[in-house]
């Protein structure tokens, strides 16, 4: 693995946990209006460069450029699932579930914490720059401010982990009815203007309880989750795999993948110290568990504005593929996208390459399969393989949902092939 001269940026960590006197603040959500800080502590995390990154880090990638109030950030998300999460405390407290104030505090954070390890553009880039997945990113993040809190996340760690007896906790956090669910349906429904994403949160929430340590929804609240699954497969085919999204998201991802192999074969790139160190080198799940505080350094310092300003100097450089891809994002020249129930004939393929080839200005047929590529998106809307939802009934009986659904839910596997390719070539 080879290294390149370290980044001069400032190192953001703190040394030690120096707690903020003034913590009784309120944030104005568009979504649920005043969201009020039930922890001194989680004030203090807001407030940390790690979570102020989230700021800069788009909650729908490129969707905006399809929904044009899509702007809002992982930064809005967060807070709104630990907004979720309190009323679901407080919900379940009144129903006689024993939550204590550590527990109580332990879930909030791990809710507010788990995007932390988010990369630009959230989930466009995941597995571009840096080969591992978000949530192991967000507990390597949250193991290294558990040392800068002086051991004040140990539970919040231990839920996010599954690790803590009351299984309940990471159920909120991570299941098929948590908070994060709850609030980005919600959120993204708002900002996007796509109606069909909008959820009953506040009734849903109601509905919890505990019965054997599981999570389970009151027998009345039924329906409300069936909508709830419903607006979830909705919220995916129309804003989270639309097309034109899709076709977006698809082209950066090219982009920063030719990005790192020029970077590899020692070609020179314009870009923050932050994106040049990812580009130019190498790192797996290994590197980073290793080198956790020397690599989550460079990494928290990089966020979408590294990868918008690489795109506009891109947009000139030498390499035609670099050149055509970051231009064509950048002035929002998007690819043509095809989409089938099957997969692309292989000919078909290759020809629609060799078409593109013909038209390029010169010979670079062996960088084709930057501009013409397949690939396949899936989604289901439930799943019946693992940690089902719980129906709870008058009579104490708790069944799957897929048992207690009088209407049917699709725990069917939908998948949906692409092709992409550039409608004229300049």
């Not at 707690?19 to 603040?25: S, T």
């Amino acid at each position: 693995m080879n290294f390149v001269a370290q980044p001069k940026t400032n190192n953001i960590q703190s040394a030690t946990y120096q707690p903020f006197m003034n913590k009784k603040k309120i944030f104005n959500d568009p979504v649920y209006g005043f969201i009020s800080i039930p922890h001194g502590i989680i004030f203090d995390l807001i407030e940390h460069p790690y979570y102020q990154r989230l700021r800069r880090i788009s909650q729908l990638g490129l969707s905006h450029y399809v929904y044009p109030g899509a702007l809002h950030t992982r930064f809005h998300h967060a807070l709104g699932a630990m907004h979720l999460m309190t009323q679901a405390i407080e919900t379940l407290r009144s129903k006689d579930v024993e939550i204590s104030r550590k527990e109580a505090r332990g879930v909030l954070i791990a809710i507010l914490l788990h995007d932390i390890g988010h990369a630009p553009f959230s989930h466009a880039l995941e597995h571009t720059l840096v080969n591992v997945h978000h949530e192991e990113l967000s507990e390597l993040f949250m193991q290294k401010l558990n040392k800068v809190f002086k051991g004040k996340l140990e539970i919040a760690i231990q839920i996010f982990q599954n690790k803590y007896p009351k299984k309940f906790l990471h159920q909120l956090v991570s299941s098929q009815l948590d908070m994060d669910r709850m609030d980005y349906l919600n959120r993204d429904s708002f900002f996007t203007g796509v109606s069909e994403g909008v959820i009953g949160y506040d009734r849903i929430i109601k509905m919890l309880t505990v019965k054997n340590n599981e999570l389970v929804v009151e027998e009345k609240g039924i329906y409300s989750i069936e909508k709830f699954l419903i607006s979830r497969r909705l919220m995916y085919w129309q804003v989270y795999l639309h097309k034109t999204v899709l076709s977006a998201e698809q082209m950066l991802i090219r982009t920063l993948e030719r990005a790192k192999d020029l970077a590899q074969e020692g070609v020179h790139l314009e870009g923050s110290d932050a994106l040049r160190y990812f580009l130019y080198n190498n790192f797996s799940r290994k590197d980073f568990k290793k080198n956790r505080d020397e690599l989550l350094e460079k990494y928290a310092a990089l966020d979408d504005i590294d990868i918008l300003a690489a795109l506009k100097n891109w947009s000139s450089h030498d390499d035609y593929v670099l050149s055509f891809l970051s231009k064509s994002i950048i002035e929002r020249k998007l690819f043509k996208i095809k989409l089938q129930n099957e997969p692309f004939d292989s000919d078909y393929i290759k020809q629609m390459r060799l078409k593109v080839q013909n038209n390029l200005p010169e010979d670079r047929s062996e960088k084709s399969n930057f501009l013409v590529f397949t690939g396949k998106e899936s989604n289901s809307a439930y799943s019946t393989k693992k940690d089902e939802i719980k129906i709870l009934y008058k009579n104490g009986k708790v069944l799957p949902m897929s048992d207690a659904s009088d209407h049917g839910i699709q725990p069917k596997i939908i998948t949906k092939h692409y092709l992409c390719y550039p409608d004229n070539i300049h």
